[in-house]
Nanobody
Framework: QVQLVESGGGLVQPGGSLRLSCAAS????????ITWYRQAPGKRRELVAR???????FYAESVEGRFTISRDNAKNTVSLQLNSLKPEDTAVYYC????????WGQGTQVTVSS
């Protein structure tokens, strides 16, 4: 079984930064597409960023230029660097991949507030 665990969330002021991590067991993340999603209360789940096995990335327009997704293959992790955070970035952030089936992490809370 594949297990994904997110970490790094917390409370930050507008304009601040956080670095989220998605750590995997049971699979080698570099072989698969990894996607970060987020969901705020009362809102639909939203795709935030994606990285494929070749390192190509995709970002939602709402985070383009502020967030960066990257791999650390030695640690078998995928990170999401969140810069210039806005209150509207407040959400639970989840990482996701597909191997034989869909796998989701438990989520990590990001709260942007003064």
């Amino acid at each position: 079984q594949v297990q994904l665990v997110e970490s790094g969330g917390g409370l930050v002021q507008p304009g601040g930064s956080l670095r989220l991590s998605c750590a995997a067991s049971g699979t080698i993340l570099s072989l698969y597409v990894i996607t970060w999603y987020r969901q705020a209360p009362g809102k639909r789940r939203e795709l935030v960023a994606r990285i494929n096995s070749g390192g190509s990335t995709f970002y939602a327009e709402s985070v383009e230029g502020r967030f960066t997704i990257s791999r650390d293959n030695a640690k078998n992790t995928v990170s999401l660097q969140l810069n210039s955070l806005k209150p509207e970035d407040t959400a639970v952030y989840y990482c996701h991949t597909v191997t034989d089936r869909n796998y989701w992490g438990q989520g990590t809370q990001v709260t942007v507030s003064s």
